[in-house]
């Protein structure tokens, strides 16, 4: 799920998606956040491959300095999470050929002038995002931003959920349910959409805590008024789900890697 600070030009978040190729199996685009998130899968060396092409893409085509968006970001390509699928050894082991690709990619952006921030088990993307340039210099690269495209955080992780919910209510309502929410496996800030409020999550433990847990909790504070999925979930995850509440949730089969993957086998 590459993050790419690019949400309203259509031309640019198109082009961009054309250098993944076949590897690109989603793209969603928020215009409020200013921000595309472009799912690849596949055979690892490729993924790899045009994981760097979308990326050296976007870092030709867009401009941080005339960026404006809720989210918050680094760089033009903001985050490159590497994550291993499929069930491999566990441990360290399990991450070993994404800790590999991370580095070569991180290098390969670096001599395009773009530093790079690692993580994952050195230290986790919000603590990046806090420290970036303060007291953390880049691992790779630059020690300043590269003037149009900023900085690149590029990291090692499970599969992670990205979902949101759009609340009746205020935006500080939203933030204030964003910071009681919030935990380890919960990541959360809440946004105002020109004039909706949305609690933007991560899962990061979503075999536990999932789309439906998430929407109880949240339920509880505010009224949901509709909910997000942005890329793509784990059939794992799904199925811990009655169906009955996939339409309210957002969620479907077509909407699982592992249906994704399928497609992209048999085109």
Not at 61 to 78: F, K, T
Not at 152 to 159: A, E, L, P, W
Request: aromatic residues 4%.
């Amino acid at each position: 799920m590459i993050n790419v600070s690019e949400g309203r030009d259509p031309a640019r978040i198109s082009a961009i998606a054309e250098a993944a190729g076949s590897s690109l199996v989603d793209l969603h685009s928020d215009p409020y956040h200013h921000r595309s998130v472009y799912t690849l899968a596949g055979q690892p060396d490729e993924v790899e491959e045009k994981a760097l092409s979308l990326s050296l893409r976007a870092v030709e085509l867009l401009d941080l300095r005339s960026h404006q968006g809720v989210h918050p970001r680094l760089g033009v390509v903001d985050v490159v999470p590497f994550v291993p699928l499929g069930s491999p050894p566990p441990g360290e082991e399990r991450f070993a050929r994404a800790s590999e690709a991370r580095a070569r990619f991180a290098g390969a952006m670096a001599k395009a002038g773009v530093p790079c921030f690692l993580y994952g088990s050195e230290r986790s993307l919000p603590e990046v995002r806090r420290r970036a340039f303060v007291d953390l210099l880049p691992d790779v690269g630059p020690s300043e931003p590269h003037p149009t495209a900023g900085a690149c955080c590029v990291g090692v992780r499970d599969f992670l959920v990205a979902y949101n919910l759009v609340i009746k209510g205020p935006p500080e309502l939203a933030r204030e349910i964003a910071r009681r929410i919030r935990r380890p496996e919960l990541r959360a800030l809440g946004f105002d959409l020109g004039g909706e409020s949305q609690v933007s999550c991560n899962l990061l433990s979503p075999e536990t805590l999932g789309p439906g847990e998430l929407f109880d909790e949240v339920s509880e504070l505010a009224p949901v008024v509709r909910t997000e999925l942005v890329g793509l979930v784990p059939r794992s995850v799904l199925e811990r789900v009655a169906p009955k509440r996939w339409g309210a949730l957002d969620l479907s089969v077509g909407k699982t890697i592992e249906r994704a993957l399928e497609a992209k086998k048999g085109s």
